[in-house]
């Protein structure tokens, strides 16, 4: 599984988004990045270029006026404007000198009454110099105020420009990982819909709620912030070595080293952070498990006392969890601002020797705008190695993230069938079925019987005997090994799970209730039960008797599974539930036997109502409500050892006899 290509994938779904957004990036950075050249023409062309060449000209414009003659700079002259006497203007400590003369090299300078002396390598020439006063070198300084304040105002401009986009990428790369999240949630939670129930009984909820919550977040926070950084710090680095080869590209050569030492130093971060991040994830998912057993067991927990041994069970999951972090926090203050520091360091360094040692041969020194753009350059591309270096660790956790959730993707589940079939009658038969939850290990052993039309039949047997697995392989939550099931002579493999189950109702021994109201639980929401199908079903099991004193009626609020019920009031709501959907073939597993008499009483005359016209299967341990049913299967360690009614099965004094006699002896005792 290719984590990298997966989100590639997702991130392309919502790719004019994203490449409006990176579009919007590369303005932005490129905007950013012209500053340093405008600063080096800045300081270049108009700070230090009164220190160029200046000639002899009259009254004009550009031209600045100097002890009664006017000059103009070399620049400023147009094509085949005379040009008079050459004087400079230079500088010498914070002063500025007037020199009426050709210079012919430039060096070190130095002053001494009235004279400048300039000295290069072996050779030195002297120049008259006169002073500048303020307003003087102030009117030589005017005509390059203008261009000054265009290049000032047109960096703004940039500035502004830069900022505009981005806002724009910003906005656009998060809308586009928000809708990527969006629909990797979706899928994620569909996905699970079409898992086998298999799947489930080895995953505690707790980690698959990890799965779509946490993990799909920090994959959120790779496109928000890992993707913009990447991208914008590439394209920085891109555009700085651009500059620093235009500028210098001996130097910007020397600088490419950085580039195998970030390579090499990303390699072995991930080497160490991959285990860790695994760790954490699996730990928080872990975690997450616990809580959520926890405070759906927490009625079990205080009444037994057992919340100091709670306690200590999660304490250690979470000593792991902050043990791990820690070497993760430690990997990740060595390997971010210490190597940036470090890089920068060793740069700066060579940056320094190289420009030491070329300011000493002749000719090579620079000017002090190609210096600045380059400090300020080298400056610049450390941001973008910081930015990228910070990124690893949460780089690191969305591709173990995103392998997590992947990984719960990739697991086989079963396409929903929007397929309809008519309601059908309802004939059940097994023939030689033998099932197991585990590879040769079965737990039915060849299950034979028919179950027509109308019929109840009835279920019993020890725990473990394989009565649930019966229901199981019906309903097609598992699939059996060997033999074939039949439903009006189809076998239930060759119908879609969704399509079968259409027509079948289960009422389970713990009903489970979503959070909403008594109705929508009746109904789940399905638009082809109307509230007068609702409210029939409920009436029609006796439901009006037990929720007769509630403020709202069947519009009571549920919370989560129905806490505020008591046990035969959710049971009564499930019984309407797979009356409403009027099923050809009803499951009832163990569904009396938590209930009080009263309520068992009330249920046992809307059974009868919900049997007519359907086949029934009923699980029970009360023997005593399967009395009227007109086939009973007795089961032990997965097989059938008694089939028939219940006078027949009494007649045969076998097991169902024994343990009917049993259950009526221990009533009898109780009574007594």
Not at 466 to 493: A, Q, W
Not at 659 to 668: E, F, I, N, S
Request: proline share 2%; aromatic share 12%.
């Amino acid at each position: 599984m290719k984590v990298g290509r997966k989100l590639t994938e997702y991130a392309l779904i919502y790719k004019k988004i994203i490449i409006a957004a990176l579009l919007m990036l590369s303005v932005s950075v490129a905007a950013e990045l012209a500053g340093p050249f405008i600063a080096k023409k800045l300081i270049d062309d108009h700070i230090i270029g009164i220190e160029s060449t200046w000639y002899e000209t009259v009254k004009g414009k550009e031209a600045v006026p100097y002890e009664g003659t006017w000059y103009k700079r070399d620049q400023y002259f147009s094509d085949g404007d005379a040009k008079g006497e050459d004087v400079r203007i230079l500088q010498v400590g914070r002063a500025f000198y007037f020199v009426p003369a050709t210079v012919s090299f430039d060096g070190e300078r130095s002053v001494s009454s009235g004279e400048m002396t300039i000295t290069k390598g072996g050779e030195s020439e002297t120049y008259p110099a006169k002073k500048l006063t303020g307003d003087e070198l102030l009117r030589f300084y005017n005509p390059e105020i203008p261009r000054i304040i265009r290049l000032i105002a047109f960096y703004f401009g940039l500035l502004v420009v830069a900022a505009f986009f981005q806002y724009g990428q910003r906005f656009y790369l998060q809308k586009a990982a928000n809708r990527v999240i969006q629909k990797m949630r979706n899928d994620v939670f569909q996905h699970i819909q079409k898992l086998p129930i298999r799947y489930f009984d080895n995953l505690p909820a707790g980690k698959v709620v990890a799965r779509i919550t946490n993990d799909t977040e920090a994959i959120r926070d790779l496109y928000v912030t890992v993707l913009s950084t990447f991208f914008s710090s590439t394209i920085y680095i891109i555009g700085i070595y651009i500059a620093l080869f235009i500028l210098d590209a001996k130097l910007a050569a020397i600088c490419l080293i950085l580039i195998p030492i970030l390579v090499v130093w990303t390699y072995l971060y991930r080497m160490y952070a991959s285990k860790y991040n695994h760790i954490i994830r699996s730990k928080v998912s872990d975690i997450n498990a616990m809580i959520n057993e926890s405070i759906q067991g927490m009625n079990i927990i205080q009444a037994f006392s057992r919340e100091k041994k709670t306690n200590e069970e999660f304490e250690d999951l979470n000593e792991t969890h902050f043990n791990y972090q820690n070497k993760l926090l430690s990997l990740n203050s060595m390997t971010s601002h210490n190597l940036v520091g470090v890089l920068r360091n060793i740069t700066f360094v060579a940056f320094i020797w190289y420009f030491g040692g070329a300011s000493i041969g002749v000719g090579s020194v620079v000017t002090l705008g190609v210096l600045y753009a380059f400090v300020d350059y080298i400056n610049r591309l450390f941001q973008p190695v910081t930015g990228i270096v910070n990124q690893l660790a949460n780089l690191e956790q969305a591709l173990v993230a995103g392998e997590r959730v992947f990984q719960l993707l990739e697991e086989t589940g079963t396409p929903v069938d929007d397929g309809k079939m008519s309601r059908y009658d309802g004939n059940v038969s097994f023939e030689h079925v033998f099932f197991g939850y585990k590879e040769n290990e079965y737990v039915l052993k060849d299950i034979t019987f028919e179950a027509n039309k109308g019929e109840t039949v009835a279920l019993v047997g020890h725990t473990g005997s394989g009565k649930s697995s019966i229901m199981n392989l019906l309903f097609r939550f598992y699939d059996s090994n060997e033999g074939k099931i039949r439903i009006d002579g189809n076998d239930i493999v060759d119908i879609p799970y969704q399509t079968i189950r259409e027509h079948m109702g289960i009422v389970l021994q713990d009903p489970y209730l979503f959070t909403g109201t008594i109705a929508s639980n009746v109904s789940l929401d399905d638009p082809r039960i109307s509230r007068e199908q609702v409210e029939a079903a409920l009436n029609a099991v006796g439901a009006e008797k037990v929720f007769k004193n509630l403020e709202n009626g069947y519009d009571e609020p549920v919370i989560e599974k129905g806490s505020t019920l008591s046990s035969g009031q959710r049971q009564l709501i499930s019984f309407a539930r797979a009356l409403a959907f009027n099923p050809a073939i009803l499951i009832l597993d163990e569904a009396t036997s938590s209930i009080d008499t009263e309520t068992e009483a009330i249920i046992q005359e809307a059974m009868e109502v919900l049997k007519k016209g359907r086949t029934t299967f009923i699980i029970a341990h009360r023997l005593s409500t399967i009395k009227e049913a007109d086939q009973i299967l007795v089961l032990d360690r997965g097989e059938i050892v008694e089939r028939g009614n219940h006078d027949e099965l009494m007649k045969r004094l076998g097991r169902y006899y024994q343990m009917y006699q049993l259950q009526q002896g221990t009533k009898d005792h109780l009574a007594g």
